[in-house]
Nanobody
Framework: QVQLVESGGGLVQAGDSLRLSCVFS????????MGWFRRAPEKEREFIAG????????YYADVVKGRFTISRDNAKNTVYLQMNSLKPEDTAVYYC???????????WGQGTQVTVSS
């Protein structure tokens, strides 16, 4: 069974940066597409970024493109989300997900809170 454990969330000010990490265990990391989603208060969960397992191609939602970067380290079974130029509207619980393709969450982490103050 796949397990995902996120870390790195916190309270920051607008314009600051954070890096989220997600450690994968239980199956072969290199065969899963990995992604980050978020759920803001009173909003539905949305896809933020994903990275393929075949060729490390990455994909981003328009709202974070140019500010966020997803990467993976297959040797450490870890996926990262580097978040720069954070805005108050980025405040949300961020979830790591693993799936058979980009944008699909077959397995989920418990989430980590990111709060951006103005």
């Amino acid at each position: 069974q796949v397990q995902l454990v996120e870390s790195g969330g916190g309270l920051v000010q607008a314009g600051d940066s954070l890096r989220l990490s997600c450690v994968f265990s239980g199956r072969t990391f290199g065969t899963y597409a990995m992604g980050w989603f978020r759920r803001a208060p009173e909003k539905e969960r949305e896809f933020i970024a994903g990275i393929d397992w075949k060729d490390d191609n990455s994909y981003y939602a328009d709202v974070v493109k140019g500010r966020f970067t997803i990467s993976r380290d297959n040797a450490k079974n870890t996926v990262y989300l580097q978040m720069n130029s954070l805005k108050p509207e980025d405040t949300a619980v961020y979830y790591c997900a693993a799936g058979i393709k980009i944008g699909r969450g077959d397995y989920w982490g418990q989430g980590t809170q990111v709060t951006v103050s103005s």
